[in-house]
């Protein structure tokens, strides 16, 4: 079975604070996603990596960054955190770059930013 | 641009109530179609995957089906562990030809009742 770990399940941060969020993936994936979820606003992409040390912009990538420096795992960095950075964080894995594939989701983390 | 619209937003069943969740999409060129059920404070769970029109896949008490407009979810005799939040997704050909992203809906949050 494919599984998808996050380091947290909870975290609770102050503003301004950097935040590491850590994914890792242990089927060999090619692409890894990080995804925000909003009540009422669905899931949104942040960034999302097709390949190590490559990375692209997704739909909300304002104050977040990203590093991929192995094939499994994939962190978001939030430079300064803010309160609307409040949400539930969701990485996900995918085995192919062009073929329809499933993604694979970790668990979550919900951050709190005070 | 790729588009998902799940429908209804919300749906209440009493249990054994069989019933069934949209999705219309719109995509240029599929690569396919996913379902994932989404429990609350957890990761989405893959479901299903549907690559072409008048495919058909089964999974205990749920059944999804795939036309070129639209993905339905049926649900036969539900209990009220079927209860989540039940997410669409399509894959498409891309603009620069990679498909590995995804475009999700909003979801269907299904409450079963004993």
């Known amino acids: 079975d494919v599984k998808v770990t996050q380091s947290s399940r909870y975290l609770v941060k102050r503003t301004g604070e950097k935040v590491f969020l850590e994914c890792v993936q242990d089927?060999?994936?090619?692409?890894m996603f990080w995804y925000r979820q909003d009540p009422g606003l669905g899931l949104r992409l942040i960034y999302f990596?097709?390949?190590?040390?490559?990375?692209e912009k997704g739909d909300i990538p304002e104050g977040y960054s990203v590093s991929r420096e192995k094939k499994e795992r994939f962190s978001l960095i939030l430079e300064s955190a803010s309160t609307n950075q409040t949400s539930m964080y969701l990485c996900?894995?995918?085995?192919?770059?062009?073929?329809?594939?499933?993604?694979?989701f970790g668990p979550g983390t919900r951050l709190t930013v005070l | 641009e790729d588009q998902v619209t799940q429908s209804p937003e919300a749906l209440r069943l009493q249990e054994g109530e069989s019933s069934s969740l949209n999705c219309s999409y719109t995509?240029?060129?599929?690569?396919?179609l996913f379902w994932y059920r989404q429990d609350p404070g957890k990761g989405p769970e893959f479901l299903f995957t549907?690559?072409?029109a008048g495919e058909e896949k089964e999974k205990e008490r749920l059944k999804a089906t795939l036309t070129k407009k639209e993905s339905f979810l049926h649900i036969t005799a539900p209990k009220p562990e079927d209860s989540a939040t039940y997410l669409c997704?399509?894959?498409?050909?891309?603009?620069?030809?990679?498909?590995?992203?995804?475009?999700f809906g909003r979801g269907t949050s299904l409450i079963v009742h004993p």
């Open positions: 995509v240029s060129g599929l690569r396919g």
């Open positions: 089927m060999d994936h090619e692409n």
């Open positions: 549907l690559y072409s």
């Open positions: 997704a399509v894959q498409g050909r891309g603009s620069s030809g990679g498909s590995y992203i995804p475009t």
């Open positions: 990596s097709y390949d190590v040390k490559m990375k």
């Open positions: 996900a894995s995918s085995l192919f770059r062009t073929k329809g594939n499933e993604q694979f």
